[in-house]
T-cell receptor
Framework: NAGVTQTPKFRVLKTGQSMTLLCAQDMNHEYMYWYRQDPGMGLRLIHY???????AKGEVPDGYNVSRLKKQNFLLGLESAAPSQTSVYFCASSYPQGYEQYFGPGTRLTVT | AQKITQTQPGMFVQEKEAVTLDCTYDTSDPSYGLFWYKQPSSGEMIFLIY??????QNATEGRYSLNFQKARKSANLVISASQLGDSAMYFC??????FGGGTRVLVKP
């Protein structure tokens, strides 16, 4: 039982490049989430999904897109990376909203 | 909207002593829930404890307990008998997917 996994663990991008972060969970959770954590701060919700084929915006969605083509996977895309997107990105999953979330190990992204 | 506030950026606690981490929330929903997560220096987020607004008693999980005061809109985490491994960031979060800014705890031997 791997729980929630994230790929890659680290990435360095140049401004304007694009990339996709992959999140996978094996707990059959309906809900999945993407957060970003900036130094010394709490987590902020980027996008979330309440089921396969559905996505919704969170607190800080600008500059990101997501897709949930399969129940177990939730992808986060950056179309044109900016230095302001340098952060640690966490994926999480849960049973319906209101249950505890299970987090992945995080992806550290640096945009130069 | 749901707002979560943690006013203590950091604190020291002596090993084996108890520590209380403050969390206040602001919500207009009559039904809500509050979570506490631990983030060690290794970076992962670990669920600790949950309190629902309709729960009759304060939640407890081993050495973790919640001091839940609805009138004050506070859900403070109490860690009893602190251990060196408790040194970490602690986040309070609401069921509307909002997190507080966190409190860093450093346990001194």
């Amino acid at each position: 039982n791997a729980g929630v996994t994230q790929t890659p663990k680290f990435r360095v991008l140049k401004t304007g490049q694009s990339m996709t972060l992959l999140c996978a969970q094996d707990m059959n959770h309906e809900y999945m989430y993407w957060y970003r954590q900036d130094p010394g701060m709490g987590l902020r919700l980027i996008h979330y999904s309440v089921g396969e084929g559905t996505t919704a915006k969170g607190e800080v969605p600008d500059g990101y897109n997501v897709s949930r083509l399969k129940k177990q996977n939730f992808l986060l895309g950056l179309e044109s990376a900016a230095p302001s997107q340098t952060s640690v990105y966490f994926c999480a999953s849960s049973y319906p909203q209101g249950y505890e979330q299970y987090f992945g190990p995080g992806t550290r992204l640096t945009v130069t | 909207a749901q707002k979560i506030t943690q006013t203590q950026p950091g604190m020291f606690v002596q090993e084996k002593e108890a520590v209380t981490l403050d969390c206040t929330y602001d919500t207009s929903d009559p039904s809500y829930g509050l979570f506490w997560y631990k983030q060690p220096s290794s970076g992962e987020m670990i669920f600790l404890i949950y309190q629902g607004s309709y729960d009759q008693q304060n939640a407890t999980e081993g050495r973790y307990s919640l001091n839940f005061q609805k009138a004050r809109k506070s859900a403070n985490l109490v860690i009893s008998a602190s251990q060196l491994g408790d040194s970490a960031m602690y986040f309070c979060a609401g069921n509307k997917l909002t997190f507080g800014g966190g409190t860093r705890v450093l346990v001194k031997p």
